[in-house]
């Protein structure tokens, strides 16, 4: 682990204390974690902390880890909370960048700060972010839709959300207008044949 590395991942700690509940390093790279009740105080920390100096929130994404580890025969199963909010930040002044990832404490109903007063760039990550997998962020001055219709049911990037959607839309002649109907595509097993197993046999 490099100088640079190490110096960083101290100024994390003593900067957040007990506000940090997670760091971890990958590929020279550190991903921290906090609760979501210390979401704002912890970004406020990293963006003004002299030693930190996170000006720019680089990108935000929703993940949902329902299911997460067990694909490709991997037997392990997720046991910790199902959405989270993980956040790019950038320190151009001081050459740096960390990863946080949030927890959303309700799966039924996610929840998180915004962060638009922090840093204005989040408005639309978290359209995003709430658009394809639902996540709440309070006190969003325009949280709507912004890649899926306005009348459009349910979120796409869940993991339970079809994957042929729930309703389709087409031009109806009669009518001379869109309509919505249920889908009519039949369901169809979509993994490759070069990854499924069956079917196939050594002759």
Known sequence: ??????RLIDSLKLA???KLTKLSTHVGEITIECKAGDLLSVCTTLRDHP????????????????????GAGDERTWSGLRFATVYHFLSISLNQRVRL???AADEDFPVLATLVDL???????EREAFDLFGIMYEGHPDLRRILTDYGFVG?????????????????????QR??????????RNNV????????????
């Not at 682990?1 to 190490?6: I, P, Y």
């Not at 979120?155 to 009669?174: A, L, Q, S």
């Not at 490759?192 to 002759?203: A, K, L, S, T, Y």
Request: glycine share 8%; charged share 25%; hydrophobic share 40%.
């Open 1 to 6: 682990m490099s100088t640079r590395l190490e």
């Open 16 to 18: 957040l204390g007990d």
């Open 51 to 70: 030693e930190l100096r996170f000006q720019q929130l680089i990108d935000l994404c929703g993940v949902d880890y329902a299911e997460y580890g067990q």
């Open 101 to 103: 990832r949030v927890f």
């Open 119 to 125: 840093w204005p760039v989040a408005n639309w990550f």
């Open 155 to 175: 979120h796409p990037f869940r993991k339970d959300f079809p994957m042929i959607g729930n309703v389709e839309m087409r031009y109806d002649p009669d009518q």
């Open 178 to 187: 869109v309509i919505y109907q249920p889908v009519s595509i039949e369901m």
């Open 192 to 203: 490759p044949r070069v990854i499924r197993d069956e079917g196939f046999h050594n002759g």
